[in-house]
């Protein structure tokens, strides 16, 4: 298995700023696909970007097209979000997750097998 810690999170003025990183550690980070989702307060959990083991192709969610950019670093066992123009319906708990294969789909949560504890982003208007 593989265990992944997200790091990053922190308050920011809308139009700002911040990188999230989610660290990996167990099995090769480098076979597993990556994913980065987000729970706001009274929502679902939702699919906001996702990069593939070799980190060749990338998805995003419309919402965050654009704006955040997904990308991985197999040396270092991690993975990151940087996000940009940040607006304040990007307020939420982000979570980084590992996929060996996106069996159900990139964007569908059940693709995931292991799963960060979250950090939290806050955008202030």
């Known amino acids: 298995q593989v265990r992944v810690e997200e790091s990053g999170g922190g308050l920011v003025q809308a139009g700002g700023s911040l990188r999230l990183s989610c660290a990996a550690s167990?099995?090769?980070?480098?076979?597993?696909?990556m994913g980065w989702f987000r729970q706001a307060p009274g929502k679902d959990r939702e699919f906001v970007a996702a990069i593939s083991r070799s980190g060749g192709t990338t998805y995003y969610a419309d919402s965050v097209k654009g704006r955040f950019t997904i990308s991985r670093d197999n040396a270092k066992d991690t993975v990151y979000l940087q996000m940009s123009s940040l607006k304040p319906e990007d307020t939420a708990v982000y979570y980084c997750?590992?996929?060996?294969?996106?069996?159900?789909?990139?964007?569908?949560?059940?693709?995931?097998?292991?799963w960060g504890q979250g950090t939290q982003v806050t955008v202030s208007s």
């Open positions: 997750a590992a996929a060996q294969t996106w069996s159900t789909g990139v964007r569908r949560r059940d693709s995931y097998t292991y």
């Open positions: 167990g099995r090769t980070f480098s076979s597993y696909n």
